[in-house]
């Protein structure tokens, strides 16, 4: 028996549970060499998606699982463990694949409030393609921010000479202002409005150039025009859709969903509204909307229950009375459509439709 013991518990029994430690210990190392962001008070379906994501990637750390992991964190706004991930994925990946995800790592770095290290991940991606205006851009603002202005007149002349932007002659313009040539900065400018006159930050730099060569009456105009459009006018970014695509959270919901009803696409619109009640069942916002979807689309019991539990919630949600009042006209309910119209025009006298159909009933 001592002997039979030998042979079990002796050196090949010792080496397998070597293995299995070492086994164990790269798993482990595996795990922690991933970033795993605090999930404390993060929506529930964030939460699952970036664990999911990032059990992916301990599993298998290939590009793909990388790059699905990092597009989810930034995503969702975890920036510090998304500019790691984009970094791990370009190196590991291919040129084209270094490329992107060096572009999207400076952006999550900007984000981030760290430009030092975002203008050297878009320098590295343009090593990679010097060709894509959007990381040109994103470069040469930065560089600007930090004060290397040679550097980021060089980003703005190369955007250029791929195709005239209102974004880099406006870079152009603000260096020009700085260096003290008014004249320069205002034809930069004016090209910039040729090319998109609505530009906000382009009418803005304007009032101050205008207001440097001494023409305030122009300034005035300039400044009064930057009030009448956006504050921010956004250049097009086709890898940041990339971004876009993964994100899951309620507020990105409701706006796929709202962009899909006002688009015609009913089926993906109650998609993106149903998947943001599975995460905040009573969330008014998105039961009213799928009530509007369901009773554009002829769907009038999907509709009602929606509509009653938003007025059960809330029996002052205009909306949604006047939403069930339609719904009771169209059902033939007349009396229960009759006491909703006059609820309706008792806190809303103006109401025009509801004074109109309660007319209408009445005739009847």
């Known amino acids: ?41 993060v929506e529930s379906g964030v939460a699952s998606k970036v664990r999911a994501c990032r059990d992916a990637v301990v599993a298998d750390p290939s590009v793909d699982h990388w790059a699905r992991y990092a597009l989810t964190l930034h995503a969702h706004r975890m920036l510090t463990e998304a500019e790691f991930a984009y970094l791990q994925t370009a190196a590991t990946g291919d040129s084209a694949a270094a490329f992107e995800f060096l572009h999207l790592a400076g952006m999550a770095a900007m984000v981030n409030s760290r430009p030092a290290a975002a203008l050297q991940h878009f320098n590295r991606a343009l090593s990679h393609k010097s060709d894509y205006t959007p990381t040109h851009l994103h470069a040469a603002i930065v560089a600007e921010r930090l004060g290397l202005l040679d550097q980021a007149r060089q980003h703005y002349e190369r955007v250029n000479a791929y195709g005239r932007s209102s974004h880099a002659c406006l870079g152009l313009g603000r260096l020009a202002l700085v260096d003290g040539d008014a004249k320069a900065a205002l034809a930069y400018l004016r090209e910039a409005l040729v090319i998109y006159p609505d530009h906000h930050e382009v009418h803005e730099a304007l009032a101050r150039t205008y207001a440097r060569l001494g023409e305030r009456d122009k300034s005035r105009a300039a400044a009064k025009r930057a009030g009448d459009h956006e504050k921010v006018t956004q250049f097009v970014d086709s890898l940041f859709a990339k971004v876009e695509a993964e994100a899951v959270d309620v507020q990105t919901l409701l706006m796929r969903g709202n962009w899909f009803a006002e688009n015609n696409d009913q089926a993906k619109a109650i998609e993106q509204f149903e998947l943001v009640i599975a995460e905040r069942p009573q969330h008014p916002g998105a039961h009213l909307a799928l009530a509007s979807v369901f009773y554009s689309s002829g769907m009038l019991a999907r509709t009602r229950v929606h509509v009653d539990l938003l007025l059960a919630q809330d029996p002052q949600q205009l909306l949604a009375l006047e939403l069930r009042a339609r719904l009771l006209i169209d059902l033939g309910e007349t009396q229960a459509a009759k006491r909703d119209l006059q609820t309706l025009l008792t806190r809303q006298p103006a109401h025009e439709w509801a004074s109109a159909a309660l007319k209408k009933l009445r005739r009847r």
């Open 1 to 41: 028996m001592k002997s039979r013991r030998r042979r079990i518990f002796g050196w090949p029994g010792l080496a397998i549970a070597t293995l299995m430690v070492g086994v164990t210990l790269a798993q482990c190392s595996s795990r922690s060499a991933v970033p795993m962001p605090l999930l404390d008070g």
